[in-house]
């Protein structure tokens, strides 16, 4: 049983840095794809990183230079460092999981068979 657990979320001002993480259990993921998704209210889910097993990356444009998606295979963690965080990233962050063995990660939710709980970032004005 697969299970993904995301911490570090919480309330920042606009400008300031949160780093989530997200704890995978239950599967070796090493050389699976990994990402972070985001939903905001009102608003489809949409990818914010992603990171292949050797550690390409892809970020989508709005978050680009702000953020970075990194993994640790020893500690099965992904983690998500946000700095200069605007209003507009206030949503609920998911991480994702697909643990078969990839060349390339599609930014594609639908591409992804576990899911963490989420984990809420507000970012205040």
């Known amino acids: 049983q697969v299970h993904l657990v995301e911490s570090g979320g919480g309330s920042v001002q606009s400008g300031g840095s949160l780093r989530l993480s997200c704890a995978a259990s239950?599967?070796?993921?090493?050389?699976?794809?990994m990402g972070w998704f985001r939903q905001a209210p009102g608003k489809e889910r949409e990818a914010v990183a992603v990171?292949?097993?050797?550690?390409?990356?892809y970020y989508a444009d709005s978050v680009k230079l702000r953020f970075t998606i990194s993994r640790d295979n020893a500690k099965n963690t992904l983690y998500l460092q946000m700095n200069s965080l605007k209003p507009e990233d206030t949503a609920m962050y998911y991480c994702?999981?697909?643990?078969?063995?990839?060349?390339?990660?599609?930014?594609?939710?639908?591409?992804?068979?576990?899911w963490g709980q989420g984990t809420q970032v507000t970012v205040s004005s």
């Open positions: 239950g599967a070796t993921y090493s050389s699976g794809c």
């Open positions: 994702a999981l697909r643990p078969d063995p990839a060349s390339w990660c599609p930014a594609l939710d639908s591409y992804y068979n576990y």
């Open positions: 990171i292949d097993r050797g550690g390409g990356t």
